[in-house]
């Protein structure tokens, strides 16, 4: 796997949600990098998002990307997998997600498929992971809302609810 994709895996799976899917962090500590993270199971089968702002992940890893690094950009990232964590293979799935804030104001999420990995390794071993990015004003708190449809029709949906502040 790719140093870059390797250093955005791990921040995007930093904190595990608990088992209700939906994981509202602390207060930001300074000069930690917070994570919100959903987990949603069924079966042998993860979902897992997360949401981070843009300003803490590693330049490299933003310009691969083609992501912009800002405390108002927050990126929301969608893993599908199968099988045990160690040897879970990528799924493909539609991704459909909003942002809400505490106004009300709802903004509909574009998500893309984002490959990483050796292709080489063999059949589902490459990673497919799905990226969006939502602009806010800070300080702010947002509502994701995320479902997954995964290829034969089962469908996942999960919440995260996270506040931002300026870095």
Known sequence: MQRSAAVLLALA????????????PAAPSPGVAETGEAVARVGDVSVRASVV??????????????ITRDPGTVLLLVAVRQGPDASAVALSARI????????GGRQDIA?????????GSGPGRALLDYVGIVTTT??????????VVRE????????????????
């Open 152 to 167: 034969g029709g089962a469908t996942s949906t999960l919440q995260i609810t996270r506040e931002f502040y300026p870095r």
């Open 13 to 24: 799976f930093a904190a595990c949600g608990g088992g209700n899917g939906t994981n509202v």
């Open 53 to 66: 702002q843009t300003s803490t992940l590693d330049e490299a890893v933003a310009r691969e990307y083609g």
């Open 96 to 103: 459909s997600a909003t942002a809400t804030d505490l106004r």
């Open 111 to 119: 998500m893309r498929a984002l490959k990483t990995g050796d292709p």
């Open 138 to 147: 800070l300080p702010d708190t947002l509502r994701f809302d995320i479902t």
